[in-house]
């Protein structure tokens, strides 16, 4: 299994903007990601997508946050952020990462679907 820290939410008015780090990590010879996300949650709440990325650098974004958001991962591809623009109210949630991929040796590889603690953004005035 694969080890997600996100890292950079807080508090934040409206109108304002964040950056959210998540990076994942493995252990085993072999460590292949094959796709990055984010979810938010509120409480009451079903787990929502907000964007998504593959290792091809195709993106997918929830309709809510389109135009507003955008993801991107960095050169090592183990590492992902999530700039967040013209942040609202109904932004408000637990922002939780997600790894996809294959991790171990050539003989034995293992997949996962791996997810970080989640951190808080909340956008109030």
């Known amino acids: 299994q694969a080890q997600v820290v996100e890292s950079g939410g807080g508090l934040v008015h409206p109108g304002g903007s964040l950056r959210l780090s998540c990076t994942a990590s493995?252990?085993?010879?072999?460590?292949?990601?094959?796709?990055m996300g984010w979810y938010r949650q509120a409480p009451g709440r079903e787990r929502d997508l907000v964007a998504t990325?593959?290792?091809?650098?195709?993106?997918d974004y929830g309709d809510s946050v389109k135009g507003r958001f955008t993801i991107n991962r960095a050169s090592t591809k183990n590492t992902m952020y999530l700039q967040m623009n013209s942040l609202k109210p109904e932004d408000t949630a637990v922002y939780y990462c997600?790894?996809?991929?294959?991790?171990?040796?050539?003989?034995?590889?293992?997949?996962?679907?791996?997810w970080g603690q989640g951190t808080q953004v909340t956008v109030s005035s």
């Open positions: 990325i593959t290792s091809e650098n195709r993106t």
């Open positions: 997600n790894a996809k991929g294959h991790n171990g040796t050539y003989y034995y590889l293992r997949s996962f679907s791996s």
């Open positions: 493995a252990s085993g010879d072999i460590f292949k990601i094959n796709s």
